[in-house]
Structure formats: C-alpha cells, structure tokens
C-alpha cells in the first residue's frame, strides 16, 4: 500500500437546526488519509491498473473501519471523496476510489446497495472540498441527499492524494421535503 502520511478523523453533530431541536442529534463522520500518490515521479502512466489492486482495496479497508468507528450508529448516508496534489492527475484520485476494490468495503460495512456518491479533483494542501452523500439503499430519498465539507490542512502535498469517506446516521437535520414519488 502507498504509505499513510496522516488521518484526519472528524466527527460533527447537529443538535440544533432551524432554531429547534434535534433529538437525536444528526451525527456525521469523515475520514481522510494523505497517502503518497503511487504513480507520483513516474511521468505520464498509461496502465494504473496494477498499483489500483495493491493500493485500492487496503485503503478502502482502512478507511471504511475508521468513519463506521467513528460514526458509531449505522450508516445511512455515504460518500467518498479525492483531492489529488499538484504533481498528480485527477485521474490518479478517481482510480483509486472508483473500484468496487476500494468501494465494497464500505458498502459491505454499511449493508449498502446503492452507487456510492463521489467527488475529486487536483487540489493544493488545505484546500476544501464537498463530500456528496446519498441514503445507502435508495440514492432517491431526498431526507439523505446532502453534503460535507471537509479539508486537511497539510494535506495534499503535491506528491500525494488525500482520499476520504463520509458517512452519516441519517438523513438531514430537519428534513421536511416531500418524496420523489409525490411529483411523479
């Protein structure tokens, strides 16, 4: 595996929203690892393939165990994200994180059916971005279709790729929004 530079854990809830209580509280978990870009140095590479089976599934293992810990409730929404440095391509983000090498894990641990929602791009360190996340069973229930912003601060350095998941209890805090199925 790329080696792990650093993990970010971050854990947010809601208790209050729109001036009213939220009980339970909505509770959000992201996890980002700054892992050194395997194809970093190596000039334009034609074949990921071979790095995105060694790199994908132990990364997709780590980080699926750590936001499921770290949400500690089941998972109802998900998503995954990433930032590529400088001297990467965003094409180097998206082979790492779209893979069901990488993806299954988190979808087995949160009993997930659904497409897991996605966002990358090239990025310089401390740069922010917006996890997309969808319901884990049926990406049209709109209670569920929200994002998280997330950032790490030293990361990623220009030969590396920060790769996260995110992962919420529910859905928004208030949600209130009629279902798809009301204007079909």
Excluded: C
């Excluded at 995105?52 to 997709?60: N, R, S, T, Y």
């Excluded at 998206?94 to 059916?113: E, M, P, V």
């Excluded at 310089?124 to 884990?136: C, E, Q, R």
């Excluded at 790490?152 to 998941?165: C, Q, S, Y």
């Amino acid at each position: 595996m790329s080696t792990v530079r650093a993990i970010h854990t971050i854990v947010d809830e809601t208790h209050i929203e729109g001036g009213k209580q939220v009980d339970p509280p909505a509770r959000v978990a992201v996890v980002l690892a700054a892992v050194e870009n395997p194809w970093a140095g190596k000039g334009f590479v034609q074949d990921l393939q071979p790095l995105i089976d060694e790199v994908a599934p132990q990364l997709g293992k780590l980080l699926s165990d750590r936001v499921v810990g770290a949400l500690g409730a089941p998972v109802e929404a998900y998503g995954k994200a990433a930032i590529v440095g400088l001297d990467g391509e965003i094409e180097h983000g998206s082979g790492l994180i779209h893979t069901l090498k990488f993806g299954n894990h988190f979808r087995d641990a949160a009993q997930a059916t659904t497409l897991l929602p996605a966002v990358e791009k090239r990025a310089a360190a401390g740069s922010t971005f917006d996890i997309p996340l969808k319901h884990v069973t049926d990406a049209t229930i709109r209670s569920h279709h929200q994002t998280v912003e997330a950032r790490m601060p030293d990361g990623p350095r220009a030969n590396e790729i920060v790769i996260g998941l995110a992962a919420a209890a529910q859905g928004r805090p208030q949600a209130r929004l009629a279902p798809l199925t009301s204007e079909q």
